[in-house]
C-alpha cells in the first residue's frame, strides 16, 4: 500500500453540522480547522450541534467518529445544571469526537425511537449504531471521564 492510500484510509469522515455534507479530513490534517467543502462552515467550533428529527440520522451515520448524544429538554432543571459542562466537554473533546444534543421536547419521535424515559441521559454511537447510554446529570470531571471510556473502543 502507498504512503497516499494509508493517508486516505486514515481519513476521518465528519458530517457537516450545518449542510450535512460527508467531508472527508485527511489524517494529517487537524480537524479543527476543517471546513465544510460543500459550504464552508467549520467542522467543528468547540460547542455541541443540535440535532433534530430532520438532521439527526445524516449526522449520526455520516460521522465517523465517535459521537455522543444528550438527550434533554428545557423544562428539565438537571439538563439545565448540566449544560455548561457539556459545552465545556466539546470544547475538550473535539475533533476526536462529535458531541450533539437533541431537545427531547422538540423531537419526540427521536426520544420515543430510542426509548428515552429519563432526561439527561446520554448515549454513544460509533458506526451508526448505539454502544452505550447513562441517564442524569453529571460534572465535568466525571463527564470526561465516562465520554473517554465510553467511546475508547467506538
Ligand atoms: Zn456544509
Redesign the pocket.
Known sequence: MTAAADATSAARQIA?P??L?ANRVPADRPAEKAR?G??G?PLFDGHPVEATEATFDALISRTHIPVVVDFWAPWCGPCRMMAPAYEQAAAQLEPQVRLLKVDTQANPGLAARYGIRSIPTLAVFGGGQELTRQSGAMPLPQLLRWIEAATAYA
Open positions: 457537516c450545518k449542510c455534507a465544510c460543500a459550504c462552515t
